[in-house]
């Protein structure tokens, strides 16, 4: 991860359910939209449930992640769990108040909003201030 902090929030790892659901593709979306805009980066969960030793290893070493599941079936959280990846931030979209259905057109208020939400779920654990995470810092010494 970057060692420049404060900088784009560089260092928040974004892990994202990409399951075969709207909330799925959802996370995906927001994952990939934040990476683009320099909240965090975006990390393969795949290769942490696949328990390859570099990503596992850089999942449990990162200051900064956050796991989005799509629903509560909670694919991301067990993959996590199973790789004995300690969960830091968690965001289930569902309880965002979005509804799982088979609809892959997505809507950007829907990706927006899911944005937002990881924003707040990464500000509201103490790691960073509010205005740091709005402005995508996520480090404690901004």
């Known amino acids: 991860m970057s060692d420049t902090c404060c900088t784009g929030g560089n260092n928040v790892m974004i892990l994202a359910c990409s399951g075969g659901s709207n909330v799925g593709q959802l996370s995906n979306q927001a994952a990939v939209e934040l990476t683009r805009e320099g909240f965090g980066k975006m990390f393969c969960l795949a290769g942490i449930g696949g328990r ?5 290893q850089s999942a449990r070493d990162v200051p900064v992640m956050v796991a989005i599941d799509g629903c509560q079936v909670g694919c991301a959280k067990a993959i996590l769990a199973n790789a004995q990846v300690p969960l830091q931030h968690y965001l ?8 799982k259905n088979k609809n892959f057109n997505l809507e950007q208020a829907d990706i927006d909003r899911v944005k937002a939400a ?16 709005a402005n995508g810092c996520s480090c404690s010494s901004c």
């Open 52 to 56: 390859l030793s570099g990503f596992v």
């Open 118 to 133: 990881v924003k707040r779920v990464v500000g509201d654990s103490g790691t960073a201030g509010p205005a740091a995470v």
């Open 92 to 99: 289930v979209i569902t309880d965002e108040g979005i509804e």
